[in-house]
């Protein structure tokens, strides 16, 4: 058992990527294997559409990369809501006139 109390039903809790061993791993090494790539030291091709998945993948859940201030009208309760994937990509296309 890993000590953290699990949420009660219906209670929201924070998705945080950013502890999550693929993110770290990606995070980490995405840089290395484009270089690695780019270098010829493997002989794979990464398409573009991967690439901006991997890319939004570091984006996505992020407070960091943005989020919404929601206040609950019935008790006051105040959250950040960090934007998901889809969200972080529509707001990089309204700032890129697109």
């Known amino acids: 058992m890993s000590g953290v109390q699990a949420p009660a039903p219906g209670a929201y809790r ?3 990527p950013e502890t999550t061993v693929l993110y770290e ?15 010829g ?7 573009a559409h991967a690439r901006k998945e991997l890319e939004g993948y ?5 407070l960091c990369r943005g989020f ?3 206040k609950c ?24 006139g697109g």
């Open 68 to 70: 919404a201030r929601l």
């Open 14 to 16: 924070r998705h945080r």
């Open 73 to 96: 009208q019935g008790c006051g309760e105040r959250r950040l809501v960090a934007f998901s994937c889809r969200a972080v990509a529509s707001a990089r296309r309204v700032r890129a």
């Open 25 to 39: 791993v990606v995070r980490d090494n995405l840089e290395t294997l484009y270089g690695a790539i780019g270098d």
């Open 58 to 62: 570091l984006d996505c859940g992020l």
């Open 41 to 47: 030291a493997l002989a794979v091709r990464i398409p």
